[in-house]
Each structure stands twice: as C-alpha cells, then as structure tokens.
C-alpha cells in the first residue's frame, strides 16, 4: 500500500511569490490535514479536509489556504511569501477524522523563502 | 494556539536508561491521545496511543501514563537504545476536534 506522497520535495522561491503544495493520500483515506513545521514551534496546524470539506482550520492569516479534490487529493498554497513561512509543509491522511485515529505522515515539502 | 505544553524540549539519556517526557494539555472534548516518533528527514509515525478510558497503556518498552483530572500524560521509554534517538510529538484532540501537537522533544540515547 502506497504512502502519503507529497510534491515538491523541496523548493526555493523569493518573497513575495506564491506557492503551491501537493498531497496525495492512502488510498481510502477521506481526510487529510496540514501541518508547519519549524525549529522550537514544533507542529502547527494548518488545515483540515475531510470529502472536500473544510473541517477546521488553524491561526495561519488568509495567505494560507488549501482545498481538496473528489479522489482526496489536497493542495496548500501559500500567497505573498515571507521569509518566516520558511517551514517543512507535513501532510498527513487517516481513514476518520484527525483526531480520532492515526494519522500517516508523509515526508514534507521543504520550503525556503530568500 | 499552542494548547498542548510538552517537557523537556530536550532529553539525553544513557543506553539502558528511562526516558521520560510529559505533556499537558488545556480542553478537550474527545478522547484520543497519541505519541508521534519521528527521525530525521522523515515525516512523523504514530508510536503509541491512548484513549483515557484507562490510566496506562503499555506496548513493549513504550508506556503512556494518563492522568485524566491533571490534563497530563507522559511517555515513558524504558532500556532506551541508540535507535530511539529522535523526536518525540505528543497531540492532543482540543477544542474545536483538531488535533494540537506539542512543541516536541529531542531525545539522544547514548551508549
């Protein structure tokens, strides 16, 4: 069974551009969620989707969105960067809702802003 | 955001010793709280889970402890090796049913 694949691996952009994430979930998997990952903040919540739908969302500003696709794809985009969103992008899916089961990584889009 | 606190942000333990970390969290209306490992270059694994209808769970070396009125739970690592050095991610379900994590602890087992 494939994992959480996510796409680019790693990128580098200037500030000011945008980006855009990709996620492809377990085969099965109806929710996927997003997650910043940075020295000393740990793990912040971005987003969640589950069948399409925004479930919840975390304290990101307005340049951060996300949505998913009918075969739960997902994609985060993040507008107008700024050096601070410099982070290791995580998706993870699960079969239920994020916070009733396990949730499986994938390996993260590496992001450097210049 | 960070509604979920977790200690120490870095531990170092000797081969055969207990590695001990701790998490405490604000509300939470569901009951689920899991321990992600994850080492470098990769993205987080689900080591062990507990849903608080018990105060302990045990899987081999790795045991949470969870103590419900407190709002705390604690990994314990016991005979911690040089292969469970890395970084350790409580989570808790708060609010609003997302899943918060912890800010993380480094571990490094030396032999």
């Known amino acids: 069974k494939a994992g959480v694949t996510q796409t680019p691996r790693y990128l580098i952009k200037t500030r000011g551009q945008q980006v855009t994430l990709s996620c492809s979930p377990i085969s099965g998997h109806r929710s996927v969620s997003w997650y910043q990952q940075t020295p000393g903040q740990g793990l912040q919540f971005l987003f969640e989707y589950f069948s399409e739908t925004q479930r919840n969302k975390g304290n990101f500003p307005g340049r951060f969105s996300g949505r998913q696709f009918s075969n739960s794809r997902s994609e985060m985009n993040v507008s107008t960067l700024e050096l601070g969103d410099s982070a290791l992008y995580l998706c993870a899916s699960s079969f239920g809702t994020t916070s009733s089961g396990e949730l499986f990584f994938g390996e993260g889009s590496r992001l450097t802003v210049l | ?111």
Request: proline residues 7%; contains cysteine; charged residues 20%.
């Open chain 2, 1 to 111: 955001q960070q509604q979920v606190k977790q200690s120490p942000q870095s531990l170092i333990v000797q081969k055969g010793g207990i590695s001990i970390i701790n998490c405490a969290y604000e509300n939470t209306a569901f009951d689920y709280f899991p321990w992600y490992q994850q080492f470098p270059g990769k993205g987080p694994a689900l080591l062990i889970a507990i849903r608080p209808d018990v105060s302990e769970k045990k899987e081999g070396r790795f045991t949470i402890s969870f103590n419900k009125s407190a709002k705390q739970f604690s990994l314990h690592i016991m005979d911690s090796q040089p292969g469970d050095s890395a970084t350790y991610f409580c989570a808790a379900p708060v609010r609003t049913d997302k899943l918060i994590f912890g800010t993380g602890t480094r571990l490094q087992v030396f032999p």
